[in-house]
């Protein structure tokens, strides 16, 4: 694969800019066919509810691309990568458990979608946002190591 003229850093940008689009058009895509079957069956459809809550799940979602980007660089074996992406999965859902990290920090979307699509009043700003962020740290680490890395 890399054997043509790009560099790995832009490599590892392309994989996790396609990744990530593929995933939020199948999210959208989704949602539009959820938001009109419920629609069609059920005469109404509560949009923002179902957004809302679909969009923060984009969000982690994206957080665990990058993760995953960045374990498939350090850890040779893809089941490895997987256990260690599993593994991560269980103590962010775990770690939401505490106020402070289940209020500011990317582990409140383990949570925060279902919350969301029961109506209730969530405040997603910092989740949101730590969650884009350490997902950029997580990409641009990727690309680093894969950069020192020997193919």
Do not use: C, N
């Not at 043509?4 to 949602?31: C, D, M, N, Q, Y």
């Amino acid at each position: 694969m890399l054997t043509k003229p790009v560099s790995r850093t832009a490599f590892v940008i392309a994989k996790a800019v396609v990744h990530s689009a593929f995933l939020a058009v199948l999210v959208v895509a989704g949602t539009l066919v959820t938001w009109g079957v419920t629609a069609a069956v059920f005469g109404q459809a509560p949009g923002s509810a179902l957004w809302s809550s679909s969009l923060v799940w984009l969000v982690f979602g994206v957080l665990f691309i990058a993760l995953m980007t960045l374990l498939s660089v350090l850890i040779g074996s893809a089941a490895g990568a997987a256990g260690v992406g599993l593994g991560a999965y269980a103590l962010v859902s775990i770690a939401a458990i505490w106020k402070p990290l289940g209020t500011y920090s990317p582990a409140a979307l383990a949570t925060m979608p279902s919350s969301l699509a029961a109506g209730k009043d969530v405040a997603v700003l910092w989740p949101v946002l730590t969650s884009l962020l350490l997902a950029a740290a997580l990409f641009a680490l990727a690309s680093r190591a894969f950069r020192r890395s020997e193919l």
